[in-house]
């Protein structure tokens, strides 16, 4: 099978003749899409000016519709072309020849693969988007991979003792972070625009049961929400607010539309943070963010950068209060996008402290 690889994302330009900043050559195995990790990660690279390629993970997912649920329901979600694609980024990493292997989430490369890779002398890296516990994400062939890498940096401290019980031999905390090319304040356009996307309660994110319960209950207190994300149609309540997807201007837009943007992980996936933690920030949301210790040691007390939730009630509570009070609404969304964007908590950050713990 031969692997994609790219050298360029969110339409940012790479050479392989620009001056590497370090000696490290980086491949990424990740989704390419712009919203997704590993675009964040290549993008950082590129503005550190570090050789890096991404191989596309979604190739290890061909095949026809009913042999795809075939292998996700009866064989643990393996995919599948594992075996294909795990041999492909074995002989782009013979082509590439990379200082440092870098796979995000529930990677789709076998343990046999990465045992490859690392006799090669490549230094072998997992960003674990996602719980490999997760009863959405849980997949078997995952589990022994796991035990290959040389690092598995996690953005969820509750999952960290169960990947070193797991065997996994150096396990490190490393949160979220944001884009700068793709998250940032950007005001309608019009009057259509605005009105469009106007709401008292913006959500981006994917629906469960635990969410849509949540907004169930902000609905029946008479606040207008617009969803966007997955799945939130299969629920009766959010059905007629369901948005659809923003990504890119739309997210900017939707975000901007909002008097309050709330931001939660998902509690099947132990999330403490989640992307929209760093994302809205730099967008310059006003937020409501779950009460997390994570949260509490990224924002700091309650009130100074963000308002803190623990349920419908307190949501209902402060969102009414923002309605009534835009220039605190103002005063929020610059507080905590200068609370975040002071330039650690970008994927080019992410990525240079990756590479500081691994230097050649």
Known sequence: MTVEVRTEANATPFTETSAPATAHRVLIVGNPAQEHVGAHLLTGAHDASIAAAIANSTQAWTGGRWRQRIYFRLLGRRPTALGGFSRGVVQRCREFRPTLLLTTGIAPLSAQALRRIGQMGVRRINYQSDDPWSPAKRARFFW????????????????????????????????????????????????????????DICFVGGADAG????????????????????????????????????????????????????????????????????????????MLVEDTSEHR??????????????????VIQRTRELIKDPERERQLGQAVHDKICNGQHTYQARLLTMLENHAP
């Open 144 to 199: 022994s991979a796991l035990r290959e890498y040389d690092t598995i940096y996690s953005p969820r401290h509750a999952s960290m003792d169960d990947l070193r019980a797991h065997g996994c031999a150096d396990v490190r905390y490393l949160p979220f972070a944001y884009s700068p090319h793709l998250h940032f304040f950007e005001a309608p356009a019009n009057d259509a625009e605005r009105d469009r996307f106007a709401c």
């Open 297 to 314: 040691a990224i924002f700091g007390p309650d009130g100074e950068c963000v308002y803190y939730y623990r349920d419908a009630a307190d």
């Open 211 to 286: 969410r849509a319960a949540l907004m169930s209950e902000l609905l029946r207190a008479g606040l207008r929400l617009n969803l966007y994300g997955g799945y939130w149609d299969r629920f009766p309540a959010t059905r007629p607010h369901h948005r659809g997807f923003a990504i890119g201007r739309e997210m900017r837009l939707a975000v901007a539309g909002g008097v309050v943007n709330v931001c939660m992980g998902r509690a099947s996936n132990r999330d403490g943070h989640a992307m929209r933690t760093f994302e809205l920030p730099a967008m310059r949301a006003c």
